[in-house]
T-cell receptor, first 120, second 112 residues
């Protein structure tokens, strides 16, 4: 899944600990997305960033914060991890070629390989 | 009723079989329809992308959209063991950024 790089690949946290999941893209897209995937629940949008400097809540934003550091990087932070946040987290960007302000509209997404997080 | 329904499977077929994977949806505003394939411990990868109703073919894969029935399908011809994966349908409305709504995925197992 070249183009979207997520770190770390795996992480185990204790309840109450904090951590930041990192995502970087090299496709020059304006928009970036964070999803979580849970068994029986499918992929659900946590937050997205339509462009550098802007972020918006998705379907399940509670317990998370995000930061669009620059056009290339979009991080997801868990301030006080809970067992309910045990999940696989995916970062995504539009699949079409980036650059223009409208290049993200209605484009399918290209996903990274995920961060597998366990909170005990 | 959930916005997108997809049978979780698993669906087990022998190599060479024709596979039919399906999703139903309730929101008539969906205009763009996608199928993703996800191997174990990997991110979803886009297989097919269609707009509105009709068929689209790419090699062994055919995507079909019937908006009047709110039903989409993915057909895989001459299935191979390498097709064993989870298949996710996804769809989006005709405006705004790509906030996709996903089905829960169907696990497909193709035995040699």
């Amino acid at each position: 899944n070249a183009g979207v790089t997520q770190t770390p690949k795996f992480q185990v946290l204790k309840t109450g600990q904090s951590m930041t999941l990192q995502c970087a893209q090299d496709m020059n897209h304006n928009s970036m997305y964070w999803y979580r995937q849970d068994p029986g629940m499918g992929l659900r949008l946590i937050y997205y960033s339509a462009s550098e400097g802007t972020t918006d809540k998705g379907e399940v934003p509670n317990g998370y914060n995000v930061s669009r550091l620059n056009k290339r990087e979009f991080s997801l932070r868990l301030e006080s991890a809970a067992p309910s946040q045990t999940s696989v987290y995916f970062c995504a960007t539009p699949k079409t070629k980036g650059g223009g302000p409208d290049s993200s509209y209605n484009s399918p997404l290209h996903f990274g390989n995920g961060t597998r997080l366990t909170v005990t | 009723q959930k916005e997108v329904e997809q049978d979780p499977g698993p669906l087990s077929v022998p190599e060479g079989a024709i596979v039919s994977l399906n999703c139903t949806y309730s929101n008539s505003a969906f205009q763009y329809f996608m199928w993703y394939r996800q191997y174990s411990r990997k991110g979803p990868e886009l297989l097919m992308y269609t707009y509105s109703s009709g068929n689209k073919e790419d090699g062994r894969f055919t995507a079909q959209v019937d908006k009047s029935s709110k039903y989409i399908s993915l057909f895989i011809r001459d299935s191979q063991p390498s097709d064993s994966a989870t298949y996710l349908c996804a769809m989006s409305r005709n405006s705004g950024y790509s906030t996709l709504t996903f089905g829960k995925g169907t696990m497909l197992l193709v035995s040699p």
